[in-house]
Each structure stands twice: as structure tokens, then as C-alpha cells.
């Protein structure tokens, strides 16, 4: 049981028909797959297209800031959130409280007079509201910019395509696109594809343009939804609203540096007919444009603050932990009104 040489699942085992040069790239291979970012940002390049984000962008984005009202986009970090079936969920452990020294612990005979706390949190790095990043997915045996995949192990883990090579970026011009108040609704349906029309449909209702280096955000109102059931499998077997593979002509059109949604995972479920596999619009972003995907944002309270004051742009900062050599990171992206 293993894999074809194309890497198609089979009961036999053949080796992979290519090599792979000292930078981990697979030699030869031509990605005939359009539009694509590889090589645009120079032939060994891991970050994609946050390179939009340049300084004096950023520098620009900060002329936004009117109010200095602050709001997070994270979910609660705890367990009781939506975590895709395939991952364990969050669990948060003390290792000594208040009520150790309450007790009598042997913390306090070793420490005498020291009260305090320490505590622990085991998750999925791509657990909650968090980034995926050019290490995340693959097809046809590459990753982003013709990188092998096998620079991703377990033991050393992302040897190239690290969120920890965007400690420094995601921060700037944020755009906001509420597709929901903007059709009178709570949220979108399950199964709903977004297409290009109603993004820009957004953006005009809004009076945004999105541009070259911005960081989209795009409210469905998908994730509220998983808080207000009882019966969480609805949220799960149903589908959900997300991008159609439409869009990635859009996207990349306009140059957007990063994207953010308040879903699991971006694109529409059940998936598009003729998908070859499973979040067949991952692969398109992140392997071949090279777009880091934010998923299950908060964007309510985003939501009210812009349709309260009529600006849907605004300063957004959302920088990754800087976990060496990890596929994704959990964040908590602030806007700066």
C-alpha cells in the first residue's frame, strides 16, 4: 500500500521520476498551471505574495488609524471552538494555581511567600483563528515556487515554507467585505460559492477598492454560526460558504497580499464539481499564487464597526507566532481603526 510515481494513492509502490537539487526544488518541473507566482519573487523565495507588503505601504496604511478603537479578530482560544474534524481540539492545563498555595502545595515549601500561576496550552497550530502558510499544502509532489514536499518532515518539519518567515509581515492595509449585511442576512447559506461579481459587488457597496499588497478580509458569518448550535454536526456535514474557484483569477488579478474569512477553511464545501481532490482551491492559492489563507476570524465585531462609522478600510496587523518551521500559526489579528 503507497503511492504511484505521479503520487496518485495505490496498493503497490513505485518511486517518484524526478530529482531534487540542493535547495530542495524539484528539477524540471514546470507548474502549467495559471495564474502562478512561482519565480516572481526570485527562484528561492518562501513567503509568496506578502512580498506586496512593502514598507511604504505599510507606512501609508497607518494614515487609517482615526480613532484608535481596537478590535480583535480572534476566536476564544479554548476548547470550546470549531476545530476540523482531521485535528484534536485545544486543551489548557495549569501546572501550579492559587489554589496549590491555598492547599499547601510543595511549590510553596520549596518558595516560601511566592503565590502565582503557570499554566500550558496543547493545540493544532491551524486550531483556531490562524494562518496557513506556503508549507501547508501541496499537489503533484511541490509546493510553493517548485519546492519538493519532502522538505516538510516530521523531525526537522518545514525546511522550507515556514510561517516563521512572516514573523515581520501581514501587517498593513486591511480591506473588509461584509457579503452578509451587504444581502440583508445573518450569514450565508452552507454550500454557497462566492464568486468574483460578489466581491466586487462588496467592494462597491462599500466604497473600497482592494488593491496591489492588501490584506482582504471577508465576513460569511459561518463561524458565529458553530457557537449558536446545540447540534454542532450541523455545522460540519452540511458544507459551508466559501470562495469558488472563480475567484483565484480575482485575487490574483488584484494582488492581494493575503486573505482572511470568518469559515474553516476558505473555500466552498461540498467542493465544486470537477475538484481532482479535496480543497482543490487551497492548492491553487497556496501552492500556486503563493496567497497566505487566514481562517475562522472573528469578524463580527468588525462588522458592526464598520457599518457604524462607514469605513471598511483600515490598519490591520496580524503578524504569525514565529514558530520555527511550521506549516501555520495561530494569531490574533487586531484592525486599528
Not at 120 to 142: C, E, R, V
Not at 277 to 292: C, E, Q, S
Not at 314 to 324: E, K, M, Q
Request: net charge negative; charged share 20%.
Amino acid at each position: 500500500m503507497g503511492r504511484t510515481a505521479d503520487g496518485q494513492w495505490s496498493e503497490e509502490w513505485t518511486p517518484p521520476a524526478f530529482s531534487v537539487d540542493a535547495n530542495g526544488k524539484v528539477i524540471g518541473y514546470v507548474n502549467d498551471r495559471t495564474p502562478n507566482n512561482w519565480g516572481r519573487w526570485g527562484e528561492l523565495d518562501e513567503k509568496g505574495t506578502v512580498n506586496l507588503i512593502t514598507p511604504d505601504k505599510i507606512a501609508r496604511a497607518g494614515a487609517l488609524i482615526q480613532t484608535g478603537e481596537v478590535i480583535s479578530c480572534a476566536i476564544p482560544l479554548d476548547s470550546t471552538g470549531p476545530v476540523h474534524p482531521t485535528r484534536t481540539g485545544v486543551v489548557h492545563l495549569y501546572g501550579y494555581t492559587g489554589a496549590d498555595f491555598v492547599a499547601g502545595s510543595v511549590a510553596g515549601k520549596q518558595y516560601p511567600n511566592f503565590q502565582g500561576t503557570d499554566d500550558y496550552i496543547f493545540m493544532p497550530l491551524q486550531g483556531s483563528t490562524q494562518w496557513d502558510g506556503m508549507a501547508h499544502f501541496f499537489y503533484k509532489d511541490t509546493m510553493y515556487n517548485g519546492f519538493w514536499i519532502g522538505n516538510v518532515e516530521s523531525f526537522a518539519g518545514a525546511r522550507r515554507g515556514s510561517i516563521h518567515h512572516l514573523k515581520n509581515t501581514l501587517v498593513g492595509r486591511g480591506v473588509f467585505l461584509d457579503l452578509p449585511r451587504l444581502r440583508g442576512v445573518e450569514r450565508l447559506e452552507q454550500g454557497y460559492a462566492i464568486t468574483p461579481a460578489d466581491l466586487d459587488a462588496a467592494a462597491e457597496a462599500h466604497g473600497v477598492e482592494i488593491g496591489e499588497g492588501d490584506i482582504l478580509v471577508v465576513r460569511t458569518g459561518h463561524v458565529p454560526w458553530f457557537y449558536s448550535l446545540e447540534d454542532k454536526s450541523q455545522f460540519w456535514t452540511g458544507g459551508a460558504p466559501g470562495l469558488s474557484k472563480a475567484c483565484v483569477e480575482w485575487l490574483h488579478e488584484k494582488d492581494v497580499a493575503a486573505l482572511a474569512m470568518d469559515n474553516i477553511a476558505i473555500e466552498v464545501e461540498p467542493f465544486e464539481e470537477g475538484a481532482e481532490h479535496v480543497y482543490p482551491i487551497h492548492a491553487r492559492l497556496i501552492r500556486d499564487l503563493g496567497l497566505t489563507l487566514g481562517e475562522v476570524w472573528w469578524l463580527e465585531d468588525l462588522s458592526e464597526a464598520c457599518a457604524r462609522d462607514g469605513r471598511y478600510e483600515f490598519f490591520i496587523s496580524a503578524p504569525p507566532l514565529n514558530v520555527t518551521n511550521a506549516s501555520g500559526s495561530p494569531a490574533n489579528p487586531v484592525v486599528i481603526k
